[in-house]
């Protein structure tokens, strides 16, 4: 099994940054990568970012690109998520997620299902 706490979630204005964290533990040797998705009340839960262990790869999708980035410290066993140019529209619960085996396809990254274990996530709330 392997457990995953995300923090670094709270309350900012329109245009701030932030950067949560996602600290994996358990057996984490058997996951290739890690994701992180959203969920806003009342929608389906979203994509966001995903990178490989190793090597460091990652996948955006388009709607957020160039604003957030994922990265990751192997040594520490933990994901970070840098939001900038925050909108209101990233208001959300933030999940962590991590996967036994990711691919080599960076685009098949974005679906849930590929994801084994979850984190309880953390809010996110943008206000304008």
């Known amino acids: 099994q392997v457990q995953l706490v995300e923090s670094g979630g709270g309350l900012v204005q329109a245009g701030d940054s932030l950067r949560l964290t996602c600290v994996a533990s358990g057996r984490t040797w058997s996951t290739s990568g890690m994701g992180w998705f959203r969920q806003a009340p009342g929608t389906e839960r979203e994509f966001v970012a995903a990178?490989?262990?190793?090597?460091?790869?990652?996948y955006y999708p388009d709607s957020v690109k160039g604003r957030l980035t994922i990265s990751r410290d192997s040594a520490k066993n933990t994901v970070y998520l840098q939001m900038n140019s925050m909108k209101p529209e990233d208001t959300a619960v933030y999940y962590c997620?991590?996967?036994?085996?990711?691919?080599?396809?960076?685009?098949?990254?974005?679906?849930?299902?590929?994801?084994?274990?979850w984190g309880n996530g953390t809010l996110v709330t943008v206000s304008s």
């Open positions: 990178i490989s262990w190793s090597g460091g790869l990652t």
């Open positions: 997620a991590a996967a036994k085996y990711l691919g080599p396809n960076g685009s098949h990254w974005s679906s849930s299902t590929l994801y084994d274990y």
